[in-house]
C-alpha cells in the first residue's frame, strides 16, 4: 500500500478547509495510506512571485524535510504543486530525496488519472458547469493540452467530470484564459486582474454555466469574490468537492 502525504495549501487551510477535507475523502477511496503532517507550512510560492527567494528557499528546505519520505505528495492545488516541481531545484537539486520529491508530488486529479489509474467514475451532479483550466495545472503540470499547442487534445480533469450524470459541461469560446489572479498581480495590479476576472466569468455566463469548477481555489477565489460583488447567480466550487461522493475505480 503507497503512502501519500496530503499537503494542503494555505489558503485552502484558512478560507477553504471543506477542499482539503474532500481532497482526504477521496484519497481514502483508493487503495493509499493517507498522512496529513501537521507541521506543514507554506511551500514559498507568494514568497517567490515576490522576488523574495531567501525565504521561499527556507520553505522549500522545509517542505522536503517534511514530505521527503512519502511514496507520494499530493494537492488540491495546481499552482503548489508547480512550485515544488517546477521552482524548487534552484535551491534544492543536490539535496537527499529531493528528485524523488520532485517527481512524485501531484495534483489532486493528475494523481487519480496517472498514479491511481481511475478509469470509472460513478456518481451524480446534475448542474451545468464550466471547468476552468487555471495556467500553472495545464501549462507547467499538462493536465490538459492547450490551444496554443497543436498536439491531439486532452484534458484529465475533464475526463474524470464528464462521467458524472447529470452534468452539463459547457464549452467556452476561450477555455483556457487565465482569470487574472496570478497571487500577487491581483494585489499590485488590482484593475487588470479584475477586468481579466471578469472577462473569465463572462465566458462562463455566456456559456450558460452555473457552476464554475477547477483546480485552484486561489482562482477560484478571485472569480468567487468579482461574482459576488456583482451578485451573479452563479458559485465556484473545486473539483474536489464535486467528486467527493462520487466512487472511484
Not at 43 to 61: K, S, V, W, Y
Not at 132 to 147: D, F, K, V
Request: with cysteine; charged share 25%.
Amino acid at each position: 500500500m503507497s503512502k501519500v502525504g496530503l499537503f494542503i495549501p494555505c489558503y485552502v487551510d484558512q478560507l477553504y478547509p471543506q477542499v482539503g477535507l474532500a481532497t482526504l475523502h477521496i484519497l481514502k477511496k483508493l487503495r493509499t495510506e493517507v498522512e496529513f503532517p501537521e507541521e506543514q507550512t507554506c511551500c514559498g510560492q507568494p514568497m517567490a512571485n515576490m522576488g523574495c527567494a531567501r525565504d521561499a528557499e527556507t520553505l522549500a528546505r522545509r517542505f522536503l524535510r517534511i514530505f521527503k519520505d512519502y511514496d507520494a505528495v499530493v494537492a488540491p492545488s495546481g499552482s503548489c504543486v508547480s512550485m515544488v516541481r517546477n521552482h524548487y531545484e534552484q535551491w534544492l537539486h543536490s539535496e537527499p530525496g529531493f528528485e524523488h520529491l520532485r517527481t512524485h508530488t501531484y495534483e489532486l486529479c493528475e494523481y487519480l488519472v496517472e498514479v491511481a489509474g481511475v478509469k470509472q467514475v460513478d456518481g451524480e451532479f446534475a448542474h451545468r458547469v464550466g471547468l476552468h483550466m487555471s495556467c500553472h495545472g495545464l501549462r507547467e503540470l499538462g493536465l490538459a493540452s492547450g490551444t496554443e499547442r497543436m498536439i491531439p487534445p486532452f484534458n484529465k480533469v475533464r475526463a474524470l467530470l464528464s462521467q458524472l450524470r447529470g452534468i452539463d459541461l459547457k464549452e467556452l469560446s476561450r477555455p483556457d484564459e487565465c482569470c487574472g489572479f496570478g497571487g500577487t498581480f491581483s494585489v499590485t495590479e488590482e484593475a487588470v486582474s479584475s477586468l481579466m476576472g471578469r472577462d473569465r466569468i463572462a465566458d462562463h455566463e455566456r456559456a450558460g454555466a452555473e457552476v464554475i469548477a477547477g483546480f485552484d481555489m486561489s482562482c477560484l477565489m478571485h472569480m468567487e469574490g468579482l461574482i459576488k460583488r456583482a451578485n451573479k447567480p452563479m458559485r465556484v466550487m473545486h473539483v474536489a468537492e464535486i467528486l467527493e461522493n462520487a466512487r472511484l475505480s
